[in-house]
T-cell receptor, first 114, second 114 residues
């Protein structure tokens, strides 16, 4: 089954404790992206990658890191999480950049930082 | 700047009735794609329908249709014969040709009444 797999689905952590949210896709997509969703703000892009070893900042990159060492994986790293990073996170992938390719989304990760 | 606006934070519709969710967009790029996603309470993002800026006809997918008015920069989603399972958050999104980012509106929460 073609899908984007995110783990974990739920995570509660403490301020300052480094964490990684994994994302993997099995569709050979070039383009991958991370979004966060907050009430009233919709979904905002954190980072994106157009291909292996090519990553760039989205609209809200502060406090996050990513890497794209393999085409299928695009982990999101929070080096020192803070309470304002409590959010619902989505990983998404697409065949390539371009207007007529929609995204396939992972199931989401609900992160709470206390 | 690219922008998506959904002016209806919440809507109610009677079961079996049709409902229109509004979406307006702003872009200077002549090539773009418009998408609608559904997000049920479980949190996942489900792709519903796509409309390209050069498509001559309005897109349809089963009970979903997109009322595309290019001159007015609107891309309203029409759901016919609403079902209880249609209760969810609905997001309008746009992707420009030159970039990979999918830009989202703030969403409309639809509640279907029995």
């Amino acid at each position: 089954e073609a899908q984007v797999t995110q783990n974990p689905r739920y995570l509660i952590t403490v301020t300052g404790k480094k964490l990684t949210v994994t994302c993997s896709q099995n569709m050979n997509h070039e383009y991958m992206s991370w979004y966060r969703q907050d009430p009233g703000l919709g979904l905002r892009q954190i980072y994106y990658s157009m291909n292996v070893e090519v990553t760039d900042k989205g609209d809200v990159p502060e406090g996050y890191k990513v890497s794209r060492k393999e085409k299928r994986n695009f982990p999101l790293i929070l080096e020192s999480p803070s309470p304002n990073q409590t959010s619902l996170y989505f990983c998404a992938s697409s065949p390539r950049e371009g207007l007529n390719y929609g995204y396939t989304f992972g199931s989401g990760t609900r992160l709470t930082v206390v | 700047a690219q922008k998506i606006t959904q002016t209806q934070p919440g809507m109610f519709v009677q079961e079996k009735e049709a409902v229109t969710l509004d979406c307006t967009y702003d872009t200077s790029d002549p090539s773009y794609g418009l998408f609608w996603y559904k997000q049920p309470s479980s949190g996942e993002m489900i792709f519903l329908i796509y409309q390209g800026s050069y498509d001559q006809q309005n897109a349809t997918e089963g009970r979903y249709s997109l009322n595309f008015q290019k001159a007015r920069k609107s891309a309203n989603l029409v759901i016919s014969a609403s079902q209880l399972g249609d209760s969810a958050m609905y997001f309008c999104a746009m992707r420009e040709y030159q970039g990979g980012k999918l830009i989202f509106g703030q969403g409309t929460e639809l509640s279907v009444k029995p």
